[in-house]
Nanobody
Framework: QVQLVESGGGLVQPGGSLRLSCAASGNIFSIFTMGWYRQAPGKQRELVAT???????TYADSVKGRFTVSRDSAKHTVSLQMNNLTPDATAVYYC????????????????????WGRGTQIIVGS
């Protein structure tokens, strides 16, 4: 199974910026989609932004123009630059990967579907 490890969460004042990063590991050959979801207290997990291998991006309407997702496909990393943060961005942010191909010890490939990191907390407040 692929491992996803996030970093970069914390406390930020309204209007501030944060950058999240995520690194995937586990004998990875390729990943089709990487991105970010978030879950606020008492709410369901929701999509924030994703980026696939064809450079197609998807953003939640609430973050368009303020958040930017980027990735390094060769290093299997994804980042999320978040600007002009508002209190409603307070949530646990989860790194996400879909369409992961991993090399096996037998020299074949194994495919994983949805994979998730453990999450990193972001609190937007003064």
């Amino acid at each position: 199974q692929v491992q996803l490890v996030e970093s970069g969460g914390g406390l930020v004042q309204p209007g501030g910026s944060l950058r999240l990063s995520c690194a995937a590991s586990g004998n990875i050959f390729s990943i089709f989609t990487m991105g970010w979801y978030r879950q606020a207290p008492g709410k369901q997990r929701e999509l924030v932004a994703t980026l696939d291998n064809s450079k197609q991006t998807t953003y939640a309407d609430s973050v368009k123009g303020r958040f930017t997702v980027s990735r390094d496909s060769a290093k299997h990393t994804v980042s999320l630059q978040m600007n002009n943060l508002t209190p409603d961005a307070t949530a646990v942010y989860y790194c996400y990967a879909n369409g992961v191909l991993r090399r096996t010890s037998a020299g074949t490939f194994s495919a994983d579907n949805d994979s998730w990191g453990r999450g990193t907390q972001i609190i937007v407040g003064s």
